[in-house]
């Protein structure tokens, strides 16, 4: 190895690009006619490295291990919706339902960014909790005098959760607003 070989290889790249200019390209095409290091050195080089994502199938596989990531964030948004409605019921009286759907609200909103995904999910499993609850007799009691009041019973208690919500989302949006100012 002598004074030129560091040289050449830090030009190796460069001059498998065809970047360097006439005489520096003749420079190194000269010493490796001599140099049977360099020579080895600008061979393997040349070897096309191994490509970690395959072509085509990488980026449908990774799509499918997001989808399949926020599918189960959705779920997981959705059951604890569920378990809410059912464990905080307004008719029952249990005020948890003031803290937790607020929380529900701005945990939705800030996963989300969108006050319609927040609403839907906090607001239909509560519904269809409260309907179930309190316009049949499933569980045992049948606590409105006919479907319409029962109707009224969910729908009003699906109305102050979804105020809760609000309060929730715009805790969010609050949120949102001060982490980008940040």
Sequence with gaps: MNKE?????????L?????????????VEEHLKSCQE???????????????????????????????KLTT???????IAF??????????????????????GAVTYLFYRSILIAVLLAGVPNFIWNSLLYMTDWFGNF?????LEGFLIALTAVIVHLIFTFIGIV???CILKIREEN
């Design 83 to 104: 378990i809410l409605a059912m464990g905080t019921t307004v008719m029952n009286n249990n005020s948890g339902f003031i803290l937790t759907y607020a929380l529900l």
């Design 38 to 68: 360099c020579r080895q050195i600008a061979e393997q080089s040349q070897i096309p490295l191994p490509v970690e994502v395959e072509r085509g199938g990488g980026s449908k596989k990774m799509i499918r291990n997001i989808t399949l």
């Design 5 to 13: 070989c560091p040289i050449v290889q830090d030009l190796l790249p």
């Design 143 to 147: 606590y409105a005098e006919s479907f």
């Design 171 to 173: 805790i969010g949006f």
């Design 73 to 79: 964030i959705q779920i997981f948004f959705i059951a």
């Design 15 to 27: 001059y498998e690009e065809d970047l360097l200019q006439l005489g520096t390209k003749q420079f």
